[in-house]
């Protein structure tokens, strides 16, 4: 005969609060797993009133969504916590943020008013600096990939080995130059929005593209950071309706 779970007498979540956090530094290379364990820490020593899920293992109600690769730098990282208090967001944040180490760094707490924060993250944008990699060369490799209809990539992903179009989510993709080493040497920079779809086209899979497409390869890894995701919605400012990327989180400031 199963076990049965006991039923255990657990707080009512009363509040749900969003966090927005980075990754820089050398903390980029922490994965989803450790900014879990981390936050776990960071949330028992500042003693927010967590809810706790039942079974035979109780765990705090933490949920999150669309995390950037382990390696990837980033200023638009998100996390639900589901609370049994009414805490002020503000303090909550600054109470993590002291209780983090320095490179996960808590940058927004609102409170819950809107369902769905995964359906609002639609896009992300993206800075990717290619070292040793001159402007000229870069703009070239890049017209070539957007010139093209579809480049197909392959990726080990959780469900084994996929291919897919790593050209169509491509909303835009800009080059500028970056700022040269002291020995000279070139860095061209990448402006990169990706509409995300399933299997999520990353970064990487944007490089193995200019690869296939265009024979760019960087001498050495690039450097990436993701500096927003959120809702599409249509730019005029440029006087031509493009695509932009706008807060996920403004509908709950409403």
């Known amino acids: ?12 979540t009363v509040q749900r609060l969003r ?17 879990q364990r981390a936050l776990e820490r960071a949330l028992r020593r ?3 009133p967590m809810a706790y899920s039942q079974g035979f293992n ?10 950037a690769p382990t390696g ?9 916590l589901a609370v049994t208090s009414v805490l002020d967001p503000e303090r909550v944040r600054a109470a993590l943020d002291a209780a983090l180490p320095t490179g996960l760094d808590v940058l927004e707490v609102v409170e819950v008013r809107a369902p769905d924060l995964a359906d609002r993250l639609q896009a992300s944008v993206w800075t990717v600096e ?39 989510p491509i909303l835009r993709l800009d080059v500028r130059g970056g700022a040269a080493a002291a020995d000279g040497t070139p860095c061209a920079i990448l402006d990169l929005v990706v509409r995300h779809v399933t299997p999520s086209v990353r970064p990487d ?10 024979d760019l390869v960087p001498p050495v890894p690039a450097r990436v950071t993701r500096l927003a995701q959120g809702p ?19 509908a709950d400031r409403s």
């Open 19 to 35: 966090l927005r956090y980075a990754k820089r530094g050398p903390l980029r290379f922490t994965s989803t797993r450790d900014f």
């Open 72 to 80: 990837t730098a980033s200023e638009a990282e998100y996390a639900e």
């Open 58 to 67: 109780p765990h705090p109600r933490i949920s999150y969504t669309n995390a």
């Open 205 to 214: 899979d944007v490089l193995a593209a200019l690869r296939h497409a265009a």
């Open 1 to 12: 005969m199963a076990r049965q779970a006991p039923v255990r007498d657990v707080a009512p």
């Open 232 to 250: 599409l919605v249509a730019d005029v400012s440029a006087g031509a309706a493009v695509d932009a990327v706008s807060d996920p989180l403004a």
């Open 130 to 168: 290619l070292p040793g990699v001159g402007e000229d060369e870069a703009r070239s490799a890049v017209a070539t990939l957007l010139a093209a209809e579809t480049v197909e990539v392959s990726r080990l992903t959780k469900s084994g080995m996929r291919t897919f179009d790593a050209r169509g």
């Open 46 to 48: 500042t003693g927010v």
